[in-house]
């Protein structure tokens, strides 16, 4: 195929001896994250540090190989995981939504073995919604009202993904990465090779809230119970959001048994 280059990034890479599918594909350093082998094959990412005219900039560099997944248009042989992955952050992209940066996609077949590159942009000086510093006891909620705006903040953006009917289908606190900024919060989305459009919207909204709420740990009921008001934007819950939040609570307590 031909590979994707966003354009603000293709002389980037070249004067910093990237510039195609060969070069980074043996570009030696060591993984951000062990390759995982599975699926057939092996998936591994690296963090690269790179040079431009103001410094340094920093970019993740994904690349595996024969790592296959079935779909419904492709249920025999397969595609990269990576490729349903470019799909997703392209149709995000299009809607103008919170989430990395795309940089580059391509894939190849080299002696039989199918093999792809991901590449988007570090997230720099965003944090881990699962980081500790979040908590009560750490050191980036300044007081009740700006953790307040922080869920508030987070809310707003799982809605806005909701809206567009599209469900990130394994939404950890790791998956959410946030910004301080000021008095207020900036939040990108992550991972989205498991990204769903759902035909029926409140499909999305169940899955992703109660995936949220079941994974949050750390999370006092209060911060729950807030996070879930600001989302549907009640501060009294109508009955209909009384039962969805029954529903979330039900189903997190049935897992909690097993």
């Not at 570009?27 to 082998?37: A, G, I």
């Not at 993904?161 to 207020?184: E, M, R």
């Not at 995936?211 to 501060?235: I, N, P």
Request: charged share 30%; hydrophobic share 35%; net charge positive.
């Amino acid at each position: 195929m031909k590979d994707y280059w966003n354009k603000n990034w293709q002389h980037i890479f070249a004067t910093n001896n990237l510039a195609n599918f060969n070069a980074i594909w043996d570009l030696e350093t060591e993984w951000f994250e062990e390759p995982n082998k599975r699926r057939g094959g092996w998936s591994g990412v690296v963090k690269v540090d790179l040079d431009i005219a103001e410094g340094k900039t920093c970019v993740f560099i994904k690349r595996q190989e024969n790592h296959i997944t079935k779909t419904l248009f492709h249920p025999v042989r397969g595609m990269p995981t990576f490729e349903r992955e470019f799909n997703n952050i392209l149709r995000m992209q299009k809607r103008n939504l919170p989430i990395m940066e795309l940089v580059y996609f391509s894939k190849r077949v080299i002696n039989g073995n199918l093999q792809s590159i991901l590449i988007t942009k570090a997230l720099t000086d965003y944090i881990p919604l699962e980081s500790e510093r979040f908590l009560s006891s750490g050191d980036l909620v300044k007081n009740t009202a700006h953790k307040d705006k922080l869920l508030t903040s987070v809310a707003d953006t799982l809605r806005l993904i909701h809206q567009h009917h599209y469900q990130h289908n394994c939404l950890y606190l790791k998956h959410l990465f946030v910004k301080p900024d000021g008095d207020n919060w900036d939040i990108k989305i992550i991972d989205l090779e498991k990204l769903k459009w759902r035909f029926f919207k409140q499909d999305a909204v169940f899955r992703d809230l109660y995936t949220l709420h079941r994974h949050a740990q750390g999370w006092s009921v209060k911060d729950h119970v807030k996070l879930f008001k600001a989302y549907v934007q009640e501060s009294k819950l109508s009955d209909k959001s009384k039962k969805l939040w029954r529903d979330i609570e039900s189903k997190v307590l049935s897992k909690q048994d097993k």
